[in-house]
């Protein structure tokens, strides 16, 4: 089966640091994704990790770690508009993810 | 322009009625996914096909059922067997393994 966790809400000022973790216990794992999404619209691709590391892609980071079974997503100098939910998601074989139930981000001004 | 279409975006229904929604994809991709979110949460896959005449269920199939007749096309039909079928779904498509998934931009279906 496949277990992922992530928290549900975090609140940051804008231009700060938020840092939002994932873990996960999977039967597979070719891969980890991070989407981001707004409110009633479609998740949109930010990151995917494949080995051991940092992936660094404008403000967003992403980090894996597969022999600890997490990840997190940094933002950095946070804006308004990056008040969404993040969804971790983790892909088995065949392409299919799993999602866990997505961190919501507010950004206070 | 390449992408994914739902179409309505949002769908009334009464209780004990099926219906169908569209996925249209031309981005020339093989695979093909349907999930469903409930507010608050992630994403559930419903069902999810590799290429044309193929598909297989994902973690919540009951009370769903899908087809696979294109390759740009994957309909989902939510029948009356689905207890609690309000939700907002949505379809995604892809190149194959280790490749992101690209959304459409949703139906929110409400059953009255």
């Known amino acids: 089966g496949q277990n992922i966790d992530q928290p549900t809400e975090m609140t940051a000022t804008e231009g700060a640091i938020v840092q939002i973790n994932c873990t996960y216990q999977?039967?597979?794992?070719?891969?980890l994704f991070w989407y981001q999404q707004h409110a009633g619209e479609a998740p949109t691709f930010l990151s995917y990790?494949?080995?051991?590391g940092l992936e660094e892609k404008g403000r967003f980071s992403s980090f894996l770690s597969r022999s600890k079974g997490y990840s997190y997503l940094l933002l950095k100098e946070l804006q308004m508009k990056d008040s969404a939910s993040y969804l971790c998601a983790v892909e088995a074989a065949g392409n299919k993810l799993t999602f866990g139930g997505g961190t919501r981000v507010l950004v206070k001004p | 322009d390449g992408g994914i279409t739902q179409s309505p975006k949002y769908l009334f229904r009464k209780e004990g009625q099926n219906v169908t929604l569209s996925c249209e994809q031309n981005?020339?991709?093989?695979?093909m996914y349907w999930y469903r979110q409930d507010p608050g949460q992630g994403l559930r896959l419903i069902y999810y096909?590799?290429?044309?005449?193929?598909?297989q269920k994902g973690d919540i199939a009951e009370g769903y059922s899908v087809s696979r007749e294109k390759k740009e096309s994957f309909p989902l039909t939510v029948t009356s067997a689905q207890k609690n079928p309000t939700a907002f779904y949505l379809c995604a498509s892809s190149t194959g393994t280790d490749n992101e998934q690209f959304f459409g931009p949703g139906t929110r279906l409400t059953v009255l």
């Open positions: 096909s590799q290429i044309v005449n193929d598909f």
């Open positions: 990790n494949v080995l051991d």
């Open positions: 999977t039967s597979g794992f070719n891969g």
């Open positions: 981005l020339n991709h093989d695979a």
